[in-house]
């Protein structure tokens, strides 16, 4: 009961700070609209500006906040990519905690005597005897058990395979993690990389499929943007152009603001028209 | 009713320190990275094999390069990273000799623990020099490897080859001893030219003539190109140099800057950093088909990017980017999708090289001092540890092919020199003896 309340309030806090970082990074979209609507003023003024001094004279003190206010950004946007790092090591904390919890809510505590306390989880389990205490005690798992049920290790796992070039493997392990830990935060992740090894492998239709199931089933992956893209050159390789066409555009419309994936979907387009 | 109340009070109770448990721990004293388990990696370096070398006599060959050749081989065996080298006294020497020669047992090993002899004779004539090598097993006498190798050119080259044959009759895994370290070099007038040099330190050889700065070379064996940055014509392009006929071109002359160039593993591809005259000289990221002849740009930040490192199956970039402020470690698709940034402690972090298994990058990243240290991240930035410590500055890590050892430059008292080192950071020792200051060393990877 208590370590239920507990999760409850871990998981509350983490949704708070999963808020906070959200608000951040609403803020620094607006921050950045603002920088772009200064240079847009600028360059108007720049235009019928001509030679007077005292224009060029602001112009500059312009010029020269609007690069204050970028660096400013600039450092910003830093200090909101460690603490998204920060925040997504403490959600595969929050994972692997949970994942204890899990493990120790299931076995049964009033039978373990310290005695039997270093028990391999792999001894099949003795038949349950009727009074608790008596006869043969059943095992209790041990931490690396908890571990085991976290998804971090099997991502991690995944994610080292798919960097040695070992895609048929890091596809099937990044599967399990989506299978077997739908709600950790990483599933998303998982699921974008599993079309990402499909799309290594050349297996386009396959990856196609992937980046789909990122965009459908999580609306707020990390990934949906670089899914949209990577759909669209799967499409491409595929020779379906007009599929390629459509979700090049897709980047555009949605994320106006990512603006490394827009430049590059534009030049895709552009070859693509 | 006052129970319910007080049970709701402990549950808020709870929460509040719960979450105040966890704000503690993400503002405060939480750690940026786990440390990448260096017992693992020690694990997969110190694999050494106790081995001696006994000269068994050269024909025809001039007295100096008889001791260097029977000095050559035991050093290169060492400085592969495979083997001990255990000396012998001048009895068990003739007992082993004749091990060699006959294959009988020698009892007087039996309390060295030695797992190899190797020998080797040296004989000139008209086809040049020929090195007879042979590797027996101490017990049981049984011959491991005897193979002839000849050669017109240096005898360093027949070595290197002997020595590679026994790293692969050890381990199973191809020796490094063939491959070529190239750097460039400052000479007297504080100009600075392309070198290169074998991989242990010897057979060192001037490349270029222009004494104007110049740094970062990229290899692509599979082109005989070595590329890099050059003042050759006022303003940082991007040169080539081609090894079968000699000549420079420039590869990158935009207006503006032209730098840090690294070619892909086959050579199809070679990425760098171009402002292409951009007022700001921001640099981005641009990938040079050298087949079709046509650039394609990869970053579009308006900030610098630059320091480009493929990956091993080049379907990934490793590289530097100011984008948040200050210089990190980013890691891009090679279409210049999906970036991430992989390096989070610290404010400096340049100059990446990705492993050639693939599994890691070696980077500059500033220790406590804010002396510039070499550390290694996964691609992922999941996990990351310093691996050079001590005086002095340390820079422009690189790998060599068998991804065992990191070569890189260490700056003392204004001198720069390589040093040598297995990826967990032991075995550090000054490579070549090049007399002034270098910059930029670059391994040949196949």
New interface residues.
């Given amino acids: 009961m ?1 370590l239920g ?2 999760t ?3 998981l ?3 949704l ?2 999963t808020l906070i970082g959200c608000a951040s990074a609403v803020d620094m979209q607006d921050l950045q609209a603002r920088v772009d609507a200064n240079s847009m003023q600028i360059k108007k003024l720049s235009r019928p500006a001509g030679g007077g001094s005292q224009d060029n004279g602001q112009l500059a003190d312009i010029e020269n906040r609007l690069d204050q206010q ?2 400013r950004i ?5 200090r909101l ?2 603490i998204d ?3 997504d ?2 959600m595969e904390r929050i994972d692997q905690q949970d994942s204890k919890i899990k493990s120790l809510g299931t076995a049964p505590v009033a039978s373990a005597s310290p005695s039997t306390q270093g028990l391999s989880p792999t001894v099949p389990p003795p038949a349950p005897s009727p009074v608790p205490g008596a006869g043969t005690p059943p095992p209790v798992p041990s931490s690396s058990s908890g571990a085991a049920l976290s998804a971090v290790p099997l991502y ?1 796992q995944a ?2 395979d798919y ?3 070992h895609y048929d493997l890091s596809k099937k392990e990044f599967a399990q993690v989506v299978s077997q830990f739908p709600n950790s935060h990483l599933a998303s992740s998982a699921e974008f990389w599993v079309g ?1 090894s499909d799309f ?1 492998m050349k297996n386009y239709d396959q990856a196609i499929i992937g980046f789909k199931t990122v965009i459908q089933k999580y609306p707020d992956s990390p990934k949906r943007a ?1 899914a949209y ?2 759909m669209a ?1 799967a499409y491409e390789y595929l020779g379906k152009k007009k599929l390629a066409i459509h979700n090049y555009r897709r980047v555009l419309e949605l994320f106006p603001l990512d ?6 979907a534009k ?1 895709r387009l552009s070859r693509l028209e | 009713m006052d129970h319910r109340k007080s049970e709701s009070m402990q ?1 808020t109770m ?2 509040l ?3 105040a448990l ?2 503690a ?2 503002f405060s004293g ?4 786990d440390a990448i388990d260096l017992s693992v990696i020690t694990n997969q370096t110190a694999l050494y094999f106790k081995v001696s070398y006994i000269p068994l006599g050269a024909r025809n060959l001039d007295p100096n390069a008889i001791n260097f050749a029977n000095r050559l081989i035991p050093k290169d065996l060492e400085e592969s990273g495979y083997f001990e080298m255990v000396p012998v006294a001048a009895n068990i020497q003739r007992s082993l000799s004749n091990l060699l020669l006959t294959g009988e047992n020698v009892k007087e090993l039996s309390g060295t623990r030695i797992e190899g002899v190797i020998g080797a004779q040296f004989i000139r004539d008209d086809m040049g020099i020929h090195l007879i090598g042979i590797l027996r097993d101490p017990v049981n006498g049984s011959v491991l490897l005897s193979r002839e190798y000849t050669t017109t050119g240096n005898i360093r080259l027949v070595i290197h080859r002997f020595v590679d044959d026994i790293v692969f009759q050890f381990t199973g895994f191809k020796g490094v001893a063939d491959s070529r370290i190239a750097f460039v070099g400052k000479d007297h007038r504080h100009g600075y030219d392309l070198y290169l040099m074998d991989f242990d330190g010897e057979g060192l050889h001037r490349l270029t003539w222009d004494r104007v700065l110049a740094y970062s070379p990229a290899w692509s064996l599979h082109r005989n190109l070595l590329v890099y940055t050059s003042y050759l014509h006022g303003t940082p392009q991007i040169l080539s140099y081609d090894f079968l006929t000699g000549r420079k071109r420039p590869l990158a002359n935009f207006p503006g800057l032209n730098i840090t160039p690294d070619f892909s593993r086959n050579g199809a591809r070679l990425a760098m950093a171009l402002s292409r005259g951009e007022k700001s000289q921001n640099s981005e990221l641009y990938s040079y088909d050298l087949n079709a002849r046509k650039f394609d ?1 990869l ?5 610098n990017n630059l320091s480009p490192s493929w ?3 080049g ?1 990934q970039l490793a590289f530097v980017s ?5 210089p ?1 470690i980013f890691v891009m698709d090679s ?5 991430r ?1 992989v390096s ?1 402690s610290g404010f400096y972090n340049v100059s990446p090289s990705w492993s050639p ?3 890691l990058i070696a980077y500059v990243c500033m220790n406590d001092n804010h002396r510039p240290k070499i550390c290694i991240t ?5 996990k990351h540890i310093q691996i050079t410590h001590g005086s002095g500055q340390d820079d422009s890590p690189d790998w060599s092919s068998d991804g065992r050892t990191i070569i890189f430059t260490h700056q003392v008292r204004g001198h720069s020199y390589i040093e040598k080192m297995f990826l967990d950071g032991t075995h550090v020792h000054r490579l070549g003896s090049f007399p002034r200051s270098v910059i930029t060393p670059v391994w040949a990877v196949r």
């Fill in positions: 208590i309340k507990l409850a309030g871990a509350l806090s983490s708070f700070l970028k660096a600039a450092t910003l946007r830093g990519d460690v790092h920060r925040l090591q403490l991690r994610m080292n960097q040695q070039g990402q290594n670089v893209f990577k050159r603006r490394q994936l827009d430049e590059l030049r | 549950f709870k929460s320190l719960g979450l966890f704000c721990v993400l939480v750690r940026t990275s740009r970053t579009f930040t308006h900030s990956s091993p199956d379907r100011d984008r948040d402020g200050h990190q279409d210049g999708s999906n970036t940034r989070f298994q693939g599994d996964t691609p992922e930035g999941d």
